[in-house]
Each structure stands twice: as C-alpha cells, then as structure tokens.
C-alpha cells in the first residue's frame, strides 16, 4: 500500500490517497469527489503529462509514487462563465499572548516567605521567579503563534509552486495539440498552395487556350462542316459554363482560405503569448521573502532558549536557598541575586519588544503570502480558461482542415474539363507526332523486310547450289 499525492490544480491544496498499484483510476476519481467536491465527470487527472484514463489502474501510469504527484483539473472551472476563485481562507489559532501563570515548580512547593530577609535582592527573588516563567510561557504563545503563521506562509508558497507545474504540464499538453494542428496547416496549405497555382493558370489562360485550339485546323481528311479546328470538338458554350462556375468557386474558397489564414494566425499568435507568461516571477518574490524571513525565526528561537535558561536560573536560587535554609550550609553570595534585576530588564526591554517584533514581521508575511497566493489562483483560473480556449479553438481548426481537405479534392474534380481544354492542343500534336513516327517506322520496316527479303533469297539460292552440287558430286563404288 502506497500514498497517491493528487493536487488540486486551481489551489494548489494536496490530499493524500492510500492505494496500490491495482487500484482503478476510477476508485481514485471517486474518492476525490467526496474528499474535494469536484464532481466525477468534471474531473481530469494527469501525470507524467498524460491524461489518467478512468478504465485504467494505476499500475498503467507507474503510480502510486513518491517521486511523482498527480494533478486534478476541474472542468467546469476552465469554462469562460465559471466565477473567480474565492480567497484563500486563512485561519490562525487564538494564542493568549499573557496566559495565566502555571503554578511554580519548584520540587519544595510554593514560594517560601522571605519578608524578613534584609537583602531586597533575596526578598524579590519569588517575584522574579514568577515574572521570568510569565515572560516565558508570554514568549512561548508569541513563538507558538508566530510558528504557526510561518509554517502557513511555507504551505501557501509550496502550493504556488505546485499550481506552477500544473500548468507546465496544462502547456506541455496544449503543445502537444498544436504541434498536431501545426502539422495538419502546413500539409493543408502546402497542397493548396500547388493546386491554386495551376489552377489559377488554368482560369488566367482560357481564353488564350481556346483561341490556341481555334487556330489549330486539323487535318483536310478530318475536316466537314462542323469541324474545321480543334475548338470545334468541345462544347464551347458548356466549358464557357464550367469556367464560369470554376472562376466563382476558386474566389471563394481562397476567401475562406484566407479567414483559415487568420484564424490560424490568431491562434498562433495567443499559443505564444501564453506560453511567454510566466508565474515563477512572483513565486519567487514570495519565495525570497520567505528565506528572509526565516532570520525571525531563529531569533525568536534564540530568545526562547534564553528565557528558558533564565528561568531555570532563578529556580535553580530559589531551591538552593530553600535547600539551604533545611540544613545548615553558607549563605548564598548576594551577586547571586543581584544580577536578575539586569535579567528582568532584559526581558522586559529586549527580548519580549523583539518577539513581538518578529511576530509582526511575519504576520505581515502572512499577508503577502496571503494576497499573492490570491493572485495565483486567479492567475491560474484565468490562464486555464485560456488553455481550455485553446483547446476548442485547435478542435475546431483540426476539424475544419478535414473540411477544407475535401473541399479541396472536389475543387480538383471541378477544374478538370479546364484541364482537358489545357490538354487538347498537346494531345492532338502528340498525336499528329505519333502519327508521323508510325509512318516513319513503317517504312523502315518495310524498307528492311525488302533487304532482309533479298538477303534470305540470296542465301537461299546459295544453299540450293550447294546442294545440287552435292548431289552430281561423283562417289567411288565399294
């Protein structure tokens, strides 16, 4: 059984799930709900920068690990209409700052009497017993209520940090997606930058084409009176329809490539802008402040040690005295008492002013924290709801690139009686010029079929003498 870090993204605020490896993704989505509020289908949980799927374990993501934390997007909060965050509620426990005195400990009970002593020294000395264990447990509220309220600024700045890898993994995300639409744009655009070329040709050269196949008389043997040129074997008043219809759908959908044009500026344009923004700027402030304001710590924590060392000093005179007054031993040297006036002082005029000091240094630390963990929601309210944006915008464009792919396969279709007009004047000459190499080779062939023929009748002759003369050739008899 492991622990499953899950934070809650627009907050920065940790829970932590008991599971295992063969947990479902959606036991841990229900648990959320009833810990966090956020509802089951609202939720999407990523790790690694890959959505957790809810029919997965989480065995599929490597989880539950220490190293690695999971991050919860609320979807309903990514809305435009969704409402701002509401502030950060911070609550600091009531410490007395004077809390009423504990009885003395002193293993010899209460405070002995020591009205008749000449020395005011020793005859104060219960008094500073009681004074320095109020200066004490005073210092100890004050450390206790200053500790409280730093561990809070620390909790709030981790949660700030949190919140700043959520949206690297929100961005890591959203660059995924534009890559893919980046990709499909410029594949899209590629093939239509080739095909409005020619077919752009095509509209600018139909007038010029058809005067060109006007001007091509085909052959007198061809010819009647209907068709005299090339011109005359197309419907000319049909193609002067189809480039008509041709012109009209090539201009609007250039217009409509253009507004794709924009759009996908547009949105190249805020991709960029939101990925130049940057939350590390004011964590880091706070981050810094922090660090500073440790030093208050450790001067509270140096004046409670003092305090504590001082009232176990005047404790340790008032057992001895009473120690001494039980059985017979030398009286106390009076410098022994006489130095805890400077002590009081101290107390009084130092070390409690410079607690209080302290606790208000880091109260106000408190609020800055405070307001700049505000700002961080909102900030990261506001940046998701641009994401989620982005999100829609890059759906939205992916299906339109499908649209637009077949719009123009049929644009394509549309064009191709202009390309047969293109093709006409070629063909026929091509025609003409095969026309003209079949003679040619025929005629060769015919030429050397008469020389292959002379050649065979010569040969043949010769195989006939050969013969004859094989036959009259004289044999003697055996």
């Known amino acids: 059984m492991g622990k499953l870090v899950v934070r809650i993204v627009e907050n920065g605020h940790p829970y932590k799930i008991n599971c295992d490896e063969h947990t479902p993704v959606e036991s841990v989505q229900k648990l959320l709900e009833s810990i966090s509020g956020i509802p089951f289908k609202d939720q999407l949980l990523f790790c690694f920068g890959s959505k957790l799927e809810s029919h997965s374990h989480l065995s599929a993501y490597k989880l539950p690990s220490e190293e690695e934390e999971v991050f919860l997007f609320n979807k309903s909060r990514m809305r435009i209409n969704s409402p701002p965050p509401t502030p950060e509620n911070v609550k600091i426990a009531v410490i007395p700052i004077n809390p009423p005195l504990s009885p003395p400990s002193s293993s010899h009970g209460p405070h002995p009497n020591l009205d008749d002593t000449s020395d005011p020294a020793l005859k104060a000395l219960p008094s500073y017993e009681t004074q320095f264990r109020n200066h004490l447990q005073s210092g100890s509220a004050i450390y206790r209520r200053t500790l409280a309220m730093f561990e809070i600024c620390e909790r709030l700045l981790q949660e700030q940090e949190a919140q700043e890898r959520a949206l690297d993994v929100a961005k890591g995300n959203l660059d995924h997606f534009y890559k893919m639409v980046c990709q499909n744009y410029t594949e899209f655009m590629k093939c239509y930058s080739q095909q409005d070329c020619s077919h752009r040709k095509f509209l600018v050269d139909f007038g010029r084409e058809k005067e060109k196949l006007r001007s091509i008389k085909i052959m007198p043997l061809l010819q009647n009176a209907n068709r005299k040129c090339l011109l005359d074997f197309v419907d000319e008043e049909n193609l002067q329809k189809v480039w008509e219809e041709c012109s009209s759908s090539h201009g609007r959908f250039e217009k409509k490539v253009l507004e794709l044009k924009t759009e996908f500026g547009d949105l190249n344009g805020q991709v960029q802008d939101l990925f130049s923004c940057k939350t590390s700027n004011f964590i880091k402030d706070v981050e810094l402040s922090v660090k500073e304001h440790r030093r208050f710590m450790d001067e509270q924590k140096s004046i409670m040690q ?107 279709e549309q064009f191709h009686q202009l390309k047969i007009l293109h093709g006409v004047g070629p063909a026929y000459m091509a025609c003409l010029a095969e026309v003209e190499r079949r003679k040619t080779a025929t005629k060769m062939y015919m030429e050397n079929a008469e020389k292959l023929s002379e050649k065979l009748a010569r040969e043949r002759d010769f195989e006939i003498r050969r013969r004859d003369e094989f036959v009259k050739k004289p044999r003697s008899k055996h």
């Open 306 to 412: 003092a305090l504590s060392e001082d009232v176990n000093t005047v404790k340790k005179l008032l057992e001895d005295y009473i120690s001494r007054q039980v059985s017979p031993s030398p009286i106390l040297p009076h410098n022994a008492f006489s130095a805890l006036g400077p002590t009081y002082n101290t107390h009084e005029k130092d070390y409690l002013p410079k607690m209080r000091a302290c606790d208000s240094a880091i109260s106000t630390l408190l609020d800055l924290c405070t307001d700049k963990k505000n700002e961080s929601n909102l900030y990261v309210h506001n940046y998701m709801q641009k994401i989620a944006r982005m999100q829609y915008i890059i759906k939205d464009l992916r299906y339109k690139f499908s649209v637009f792919s077949e719009a123009l396969k049929h644009q394509n």
